[in-house]
């Protein structure tokens, strides 16, 4: 069975500090997202990482992808508030199918 | 906004009964995706739709069943209600179901089972 596991589960960081969030998995697979979502709201795509070795970046954001380890990183730079959210790394496991196995998340706060 | 649309956002109802969750996807989006998230299960994908055929599906509970219509809009349906089924339930939709494509989710409705 395909197991995502995120660490930390839970992040507090101070405002201008710098941070990675790592997503392992089980199976091989070349096809990882990143999703956020705030308190209560609905999931927001980050990013949609397609091949060993894709790095995306959006702002203080940026998002890797090595296949041949299973691991995916999102490297938060320089944080402020708004980046507090329960982050989300998704697998495919078959990399044919949109079937995303989702990992435990990783819930963000960032403090002044 | 995502331009995926979810009916209705709220549903309280008891053991036993059964419910019919909607869900409208982003227009031109042909492929419609169901997903289950609750505290100790976290985020769960139940089934997959493209263009009104079933075309992968996870851990859905023979009590649940989906279908997605002719103009693309899709249903959920949960029949005899646990309590263990009280849970967020987004729908989400892409372009072509094809891999690789981003899933763009809906606010959810919540549904608590009492």
């Known amino acids: 069975e395909l197991k995502v596991e995120q660490n930390p589960l839970f992040l507090s960081m101070q405002e201008g500090k710098n941070y990675t969030i790592y997503c392992n998995y089980s199976?091989?697979?070349?096809?990882l997202y990143w999703y956020r979502q705030d308190p209560g709201k609905s999931l927001e795509s980050l990013f949609v990482l397609l091949s060993n070795g894709a790095v995306k970046q959006e702002g203080r954001l940026m998002a890797s992808l090595d296949t041949k380890a299973r691991l995916s990183t999102l490297h938060i730079t320089a944080a402020v508030h708004d980046l507090s959210a329960t982050y989300f790394c998704a697998v495919d496991p078959l990399g044919n199918t949109d079937k995303l196995i989702f990992g435990t998340g990783t819930r963000l706060q960032v403090f002044p | 906004d995502s331009g995926v649309t979810q009916t209705p956002k709220h549903l309280i109802t008891a053991t036993g009964q059964r419910v019919t969750l909607r869900c409208s996807p982003r227009?031109?989006?042909?492929?419609v995706y169901w997903y289950q998230q609750s505290l100790d299960q976290g985020l769960q994908f139940l089934i997959q739709y493209y263009n009104g055929e079933e075309r992968a599906k996870g851990n859905i509970l023979e009590r649940f069943s989906a279908q997605q219509f002719p103009d693309l809009h899709s249903e959920l349906n949960l029949s005899s209600l646990e309590l263990g089924d009280s849970a967020l339930y987004f729908c989400?939709?892409?372009?072509?179901?094809?891999?690789?494509?981003?899933?763009?989710f809906g606010p959810g409705t919540r549904l608590l089972v009492l």
């Open positions: 199976t091989t697979s070349d096809r």
């Open positions: 989400a939709s892409s372009t072509s179901g094809g891999s690789g494509e981003t899933q763009y």
């Open positions: 227009s031109g989006d042909l492929s």
